[in-house]
C-alpha cells in the first residue's frame, strides 16, 4: 500500500514552543503539501513543496516555515506556536501537475 | 480569487434514498475538478478527477458529473457505511513554479446514511 505517513497523531504544546511535524511518503512524489483543517473554514494550504530544498507559501504561511532536504521527507515548523495554531495537520503528496493528492491520517495539534 | 461552494453543508438520507450533492465554482482556467472523501478523524480520500463539461465518472454507488459552473456528486441508493464528508476541489493556475497549479478546496458536504 502506498503510504503518507505523519509523525505523530496527537500533540498538546505549550504556547511559545517550537513544534515539528513530520510528513514521510513512499511513493517518490516530487510534490508535497502541508494543509491545516478547521471547523468552518474547510482546508487551508500553508505550504507547499515541488522539489528537494524548494518551497513555496501557500494560502495562510504566517507562523509557519517548512523544510525539505529529502524528497521524501516534508517537515512543517512551528517556530513559536500560538493558541490559534490549534488545528488538524494535513500532510499530502502527488506527482507533478495533479490535483490527485494523497493524505496522511492528520496530526491533531493542540496549543495551551 | 477562486471560489468553491458545497450545499447542502450537511445532508441525512436513509438507506436507499438516492440524493445528489453540489459543488459550484468560480475559477480562471479550470484545470481539473476532483472529489474526494474524508471518514471522521482521517485524512481526505481521493474518488474522481473531472477535466472538461459533460465528462462523467462512477464508482460503486457513486456518480460525479461537470458542468461548465458545477459538479454534483449522484449517490444511488447509499448505505451507512457511504457517510463521510464528500470535499470538491478546483485546480487552476496559481502559483509560480512552472506546471504547478493551485488547488482550491470547499468546505465539504457531511453525509449520514441511517440504516
Known amino acids: 500500500d502506498v503510504k503518507v505517513t505523519q509523525s505523530s497523531r496527537y500533540l498538546v504544546k505549550r504556547t511559545g514552543e517550537k513544534v515539528f511535524l513530520e510528513c514521510v511518503q513512499d511513493m517518490d512524489h516530487e510534490n508535497m503539501f502541508w494543509y491545516r483543517q478547521d471547523p468552518g473554514l474547510g482546508l487551508r494550504l500553508i505550504y507547499f513543496s515541488y522539489d528537494v530544498k524548494m518551497k513555496e507559501k501557500g494560502d495562510i504561511p504566517e507562523g509557519y516555515s517548512v523544510s525539505r532536504e529529502k524528497k521524501e521527507r516534508f517537515s512543517l515548523i512551528l517556530e513559536s506556536a500560538s493558541t490559534n495554531q490549534t488545528s488538524m495537520y494535513l500532510c499530502?503528496?502527488?506527482?507533478?501537475?495533479?490535483?490527485?493528492?494523497?493524505f496522511g491520517e492528520g496530526s491533531r495539534l493542540t496549543v495551551l | 480569487e477562486d471560489q468553491v461552494t458545497q450545499s447542502p453543508e450537511a445532508l441525512r438520507l436513509q438507506e436507499g434514498e438516492s440524493s445528489s450533492l453540489n459543488c459550484s465554482y468560480t475559477?480562471?482556467?479550470?484545470?481539473?475538478l476532483f472529489w474526494y472523501r474524508q471518514d471522521p478523524g482521517k485524512g481526505p480520500e481521493f474518488l474522481f478527477t473531472?477535466?472538461?463539461a459533460g465528462e462523467e465518472k462512477e464508482k460503486e454507488r457513486l456518480k460525479a458529473t461537470l458542468t461548465k459552473k458545477e459538479s454534483f456528486l449522484h449517490i444511488t441508493a447509499p448505505k451507512p457505511e457511504d457517510s463521510a464528508t464528500y470535499l470538491c476541489a478546483v485546480q487552476a493556475p496559481g502559483y509560480s513554479g512552472g506546471s504547478n497549479y493551485k488547488l482550491t478546496f470547499g468546505k465539504g458536504t457531511l453525509l449520514t446514511v441511517n440504516p
Open positions: 475559477v480562471s482556467g479550470l484545470r481539473g
Open positions: 473531472l477535466y472538461s
Open positions: 499530502a503528496s502527488s506527482p507533478p501537475g495533479t490535483g490527485e493528492l494523497f
